[in-house]
């Protein structure tokens, strides 16, 4: 737990991003699903952390967006060290490519500390060449969406947290449900995110892009959302971009991030326009990053104790041990906090996620 938060922290210092957005732009509106495919490129042969991802996420004025404050649900391909849990369940998390589903909130606006960190399901270790389907949808009548990532014609790996979908048990797949307490989600983002000194030398590729909407939106009417204008094209490609006659669903073939864009020392400078303004997310405070440590360790503390109180006699000992620990546990994390804070940062920019 501890190196996660420390990894959370850590990228809002040293995070670097480029991506594609699409945004809604009417109140009360909602993205319901979004899928693409993705071919897994080569090992990288720099070491590094590379993380390739579709997500979903709101903004403040989107409907519902308290109490769960900003955060973004994404399925991600990823080498190198990662927030994700249950990377235990493959064999060389660090040297290999894998893929989780994932919900991360770094505490932006956030008044529910539950919602606080780094959240994932499963971890599916892949190769290079096999070809991905990621897709986040929100299941029909709830307020909970679910990620799926299948790897297309493969069968599941001895050791990995993958579940066979075909009868004949290949197109291994994992899957992560979360429940975002029917907050709206209002922009769709296509990403390519390297950290620690990361870059790649090949072309990463998007595909068979399906993008849904609760409602038409004016994005759509303005050509703001599904046409050409609403690729920023600087670094990203985009081709045969289609909306459906209700505007309801967006079809791209492919958006590509070719190599040589992927990795500038700085990011390309994009005019801002109101809908990228909107985006702008504001790294929270060391007083409010302070204030999610403290109640998270809280938390921590409370359930302990709770566990105290309901142990049997015999194992009183052994409880009283368990409430020490997480106790030193939260004191720790709050030192891990502070240490962080510290810093220096190298570079500035759009924060990460992971």
């Given at each position: 737990m501890?190196?996660?938060?420390?990894?959370?922290?850590?990228?809002?210092?040293?995070?670097?991003?480029?991506?594609?957005?699409?945004?809604?732009?009417?109140?009360g509106?909602?993205?319901?699903?979004?899928?693409?495919?993705?071919v897994?490129p080569q090992?990288?042969?720099?070491?590094?952390?590379?993380?390739?991802?579709?997500?979903?996420?709101s903004?403040?004025?989107s409907?519902?967006y308290?109490?769960?404050?900003?955060?973004?649900l994404?399925?991600?391909?990823?080498?190198?060290?990662?927030c994700?849990?249950?990377?235990?369940?493959i064999?060389?998390?660090n040297?290999?490519?894998?893929?989780?589903?994932?919900?991360v909130?770094?505490g932006?606006?956030?008044?529910?500390?539950e919602?606080?960190g780094?959240?994932?399901?499963?971890?599916?270790?892949?190769m290079?060449g096999?070809?991905?389907?990621?897709?986040?949808?929100?299941?029909?009548?709830?307020?909970?969406?679910?990620q799926?990532?299948?790897?297309?014609?493969?069968?599941?790996q001895?050791?990995?947290g993958?579940?066979?979908?075909?009868?004949n048990g290949k197109?291994?797949?994992?899957?992560?449900s979360y429940?975002?307490?029917?907050?709206?989600q209002?922009?769709?983002?296509?990403e390519?995110?390297?950290?620690?000194?990361?870059?790649v030398?090949?072309?990463?590729?998007?595909?068979d892009?399906l993008?849904?909407?609760?409602?038409?939106?004016?994005?759509?009417?303005?050509?703001?959302f599904?046409s050409?204008?609403?690729?920023l094209?600087?670094?990203?490609?985009?081709t045969?971009?289609?909306?459906?006659?209700?505007?309801?669903?967006?079809?791209?073939?492919?958006c590509?991030?070719?190599a040589?864009?992927?990795?500038?020392i700085t990011?390309?400078?994009r005019?801002?326009?109101?809908?990228?303004?909107?985006?702008?997310?504001?790294?929270?405070?060391?007083a409010?990053?302070?204030?999610?440590?403290?109640?998270?360790?809280?938390?921590?503390a409370?359930d302990?104790?709770?566990?105290?109180?309901?142990?049997?006699?015999s194992?009183?000992k052994?409880?009283?041990?368990?409430?020490?620990?997480?106790s030193?546990?939260?004191?720790?994390?709050?030192?891990?906090v502070?240490?962080?804070?510290d810093v220096k940062?190298?570079?500035?920019?759009?924060?990460g996620?992971?």
């Amino acid at each position: 737990m501890l190196s996660a938060l420390n990894a959370l922290l850590l990228l809002l210092t040293q995070g670097r991003a480029l991506a594609l957005f699409w945004v809604l732009e009417d109140a009360g509106n909602s993205f319901n699903a979004f899928e693409a495919t993705m071919v897994v490129p080569q090992q990288p042969v720099k070491p590094g952390s590379y993380f390739i991802w579709l997500g979903l996420e709101s903004t403040s004025s989107s409907e519902n967006y308290k109490p769960v404050g900003n955060g973004v649900l994404q399925p991600v391909l990823t080498y190198g060290h990662s927030c994700a849990p249950n990377t235990g369940q493959i064999a060389n998390p660090n040297g290999t490519w894998y893929v989780s589903g994932l919900y991360v909130n770094l505490g932006q606006d956030n008044n529910f500390p539950e919602a606080f960190g780094c959240k994932g399901g499963n971890v599916m270790d892949v190769m290079p060449g096999d070809h991905l389907i990621s897709s986040i949808t929100r299941m029909p009548g709830s307020t909970t969406w679910i990620q799926t990532i299948t790897n297309k014609g493969k069968a599941c790996q001895p050791q990995s947290g993958g579940v066979p979908l075909s009868k004949n048990g290949k197109d291994c797949s994992v899957q992560f449900s979360y429940d975002m307490m029917n907050q709206a989600q209002t922009f769709a983002i296509l990403e390519v995110e390297l950290l620690h000194n990361a870059t790649v030398d090949f072309n990463v590729e998007f595909r068979d892009i399906l993008l849904s909407t609760d409602t038409r939106d004016s994005s759509a009417d303005s050509g703001a959302f599904c046409s050409d204008a609403a690729v920023l094209g600087t670094v990203e490609k985009c081709t045969d971009i289609k909306l459906s006659e209700d505007g309801l669903l967006c079809k791209v073939h492919s958006c590509v991030f070719r190599a040589s864009r992927v990795n500038p020392i700085t990011e390309t400078v994009r005019p801002a326009s109101k809908m990228q303004n909107a985006m702008v997310v504001k790294q929270p405070t060391k007083a409010k990053l302070a204030e999610l440590a403290a109640a998270m360790a809280a938390k921590i503390a409370k359930d302990a104790e709770k566990a105290l109180k309901n142990v049997a006699t015999s194992a009183v000992k052994s409880g009283q041990q368990a409430w020490e620990a997480a106790s030193a546990g939260a004191d720790a994390a709050l030192a891990e906090v502070a240490a962080v804070l510290d810093v220096k940062k190298e570079k500035k920019g759009k924060p990460g996620r992971r």
